[in-house]
């Protein structure tokens, strides 16, 4: 746990000196669970937006994106259930005032309770060696049994109580457990509340005649309303799929996570309308293609468990979240819900406008099943920046600071080097970047010694660095130096682009999938 929280503050700190992440407004000391991205972390934002928009739309011949409006008439959240079910459950210590998730707090109870089983395994993997069968233990062990047992009864009683909005029952779950405050050790409990996560704001100029309106808190009502718009000028057929990325906007009751948890935040979504009867074959489509997109990018397979939902949202008949391993642990990095008609029925009621499909197939009209993956862009972010953080000891006993990005996505693909500021090789330099500015991005960099300027790209995660040396003056040949293996290799100045774009292409990613 220490060395888990150890890493998380190095990856906070790292991202705001590398000009990737900044606290919000932080000349005013930052603004609670708000961030700016710098110079870097724009980069890799766009590069993984672009990764997904790709692979959603661009690889799919039924699939099209939109972007709508962030502001959206006040009845699509009544529509939609976010004015009357979009809560979190909050619950407050007396003692140290401080304010939690009542939900979470439970679930982080059960996180011990799993910590205890690992820990329960790897003490049986030191005493039996080699001999050690997992998953024998797991299933026969009493231990482990009787833990597994009582999470899943804990989480079982969460789901049923939070289902019936039976707060009482949480309180007293949350006592019984005897759960204290994380921070102070407190177990001096408020009830537990509904806390409605929708920011409120206001349109028109005259107090009196002024609408209240709510900032979006998911992109996916953007795409609801607008689904016969796309649908009729698009003239797509059933099944086809409306992507669209853009920001959302919650209160979150707890943001202490970095980027995990943001207040402001920008979410992925695509939602699939299909017939009504085949959501389940759907469901199982996109969880196995959503998967695939992820373990394209090399961040370890085993690292990307599926966890279904116990309780499931007002609108949807299934659902469950693509995890990650984060530096706190397993946490939801997608989610993906099959949504029935729910959405299209009831934005139907409230506005009085049919909302149907004509299947020219069957010669019928009817509401479509929406099956939908929705990613944090920022959560991405933050899976592949910590994932990617690493710190190496060589062989001469320094250490090294690498950010192994995926190529694809690195900020800065090249770094053109000099080897010195003299004899005309910034001049070659500085060509080089001409010619390979048109197809990445790149930068020269000719301040300190080349060792430093090495390091200083390895923890920047820009994956080749070439260099100008006076050999290039002879021979016209250069220096690639690669960031994960340090290897060097002697390569025709001609060769560069193309040894780099297949390296960095996205096509030659995609192929992975
Ligand atoms: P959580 O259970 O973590 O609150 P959620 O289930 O409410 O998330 P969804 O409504 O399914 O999340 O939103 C889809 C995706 O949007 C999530 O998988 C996550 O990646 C991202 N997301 C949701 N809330 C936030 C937030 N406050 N900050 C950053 N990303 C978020």
Redesign the pocket.
């Known amino acids: 746990m220490a060395k888990q929280n150890d890493h998380f503050k190095k990856v906070i700190a790292h991202a705001k000196e590398y000009g990737y992440v900044f606290p919000s407004s932080e000349v005013y000391d930052g603004l609670s669970?708000v961030y700016d991205y710098g110079q870097n972390g724009v980069e890799l934002k766009n590069n993984i937006r672009e990764y997904w928009w790709k692979a959603m739309v661009q690889l799919h011949d039924n699939i099209v994106g939109i972007d709508a409006a962030i502001f959206m008439h006040p009845t699509t959240w009544k529509a939609s259930g976010h004015v009357d079910a979009f809560n979190?459950p909050l619950i407050d210590n007396k003692d140290s005032k401080k304010r939690y998730r009542a939900d979470v707090l439970v679930e982080d109870h059960v996180g011990k309770l799993d910590a205890k089983i690992e820990k329960e395994v790897a003490k049986a993997a030191k005493r039996f060696g080699d001999a050690f069968d997992k998953a024998q233990f797991l299933a026969t062990n009493p231990r482990v049994l009787k833990y597994k047992e009582q999470g899943e009864k804990i989480l079982k009683r969460l789901g049923r109580s939070l289902e019936n909005e039976d707060l009482a029952d949480v309180k007293r779950l949350i006592e019984e457990l005897a759960i204290a405050d994380p921070e102070t050790g407190s177990r001096n409990w408020t009830d537990v509340k509904q806390f409605n996560l929708m920011f409120g704001t206001k349109l028109g100029a005259s107090a009196d005649s002024a609408m209240d309106l709510y900032l979006r808190?998911?992109t996916a009502q953007g795409i609801f309303v607008n689904f016969l718009n796309v649908q009729k000028t698009g003239r797509m057929k059933i099944p086809f799929g409306i992507a669209q990325t853009g920001k959302?906007f919650?209160n979150?009751i707890v943001?202490r996570q970095f980027?995990?948890?943001?207040?402001e935040?920008?979410?992925m979504?695509m939602q699939f309308f299909i017939k009504p009867g085949t959501q389940k074959e759907w469901y199982d489509a996109w969880k196995e293609t959503r998967l695939k997109w992820h373990h394209s990018l090399g961040m370890g397979e085993e690292n990307y468990p599926f966890h279904d939902h116990e309780k499931l949202?007002h609108y949807a008949d299934a659902?469950c979240?693509i995890e990650f391993r984060f530096p706190f642990g397993f946490?939801?990095?997608?989610?993906i819900?099959s949504r029935t008609d729910f959405d299209l029925s009831s934005h139907e009621k409230h506005s009085g406008k049919k909302l149907q499909y004509f299947d020219p197939e069957i010669n019928e009209s009817y509401t479509p099943y929406v099956l939908e993956t929705?990613?944090?862009?920022?959560?991405?972010f933050l899976a592949v920046f910590s994932n990617s953080l690493t710190e190496e000891t060589l062989e001469d006993g320094s250490a090294r600071t690498v950010l192994k990005l995926p190529s694809v996505l690195a900020p800065t693909k090249v770094a053109v080097l000099p080897l010195v500021k003299k004899d005309g090789l910034p001049d070659v330099a500085k060509k080089i970047v001409e010619e390979l500015k048109w197809d990445f991005k790149v930068i020269y960099d000719e301040k300190d010694a080349v060792g430093r300027r090495y390091r200083r790209q390895d923890a920047n995660g820009t994956p080749f660095c070439i260099t100008v040396d006076h050999q290039t003056l002879e021979d016209d040949t250069v220096t690639i130096r690669h960031r994960d293996t340090m290897e060097q290799d002697r390569i025709e100045r001609s060769q560069v682009r193309g040894l780099v774009k297949d390296e960095v292409d996205i096509r030659s990613w995609f192929k992975k999938m």
């Not at 946490?331 to 989610?335: H, Q, S, T, V």
């Not at 929705?374 to 991405?380: A, K, P, T, V, Y």
């Open positions: 669970a979190d808190p998911e959302a919650r979150e943001a980027i995990f948890r943001m207040r935040f920008e979410q979504e949202a659902a979240d946490k939801e990095l997608e989610g819900h929705s990613i944090g862009l920022d959560r991405m």
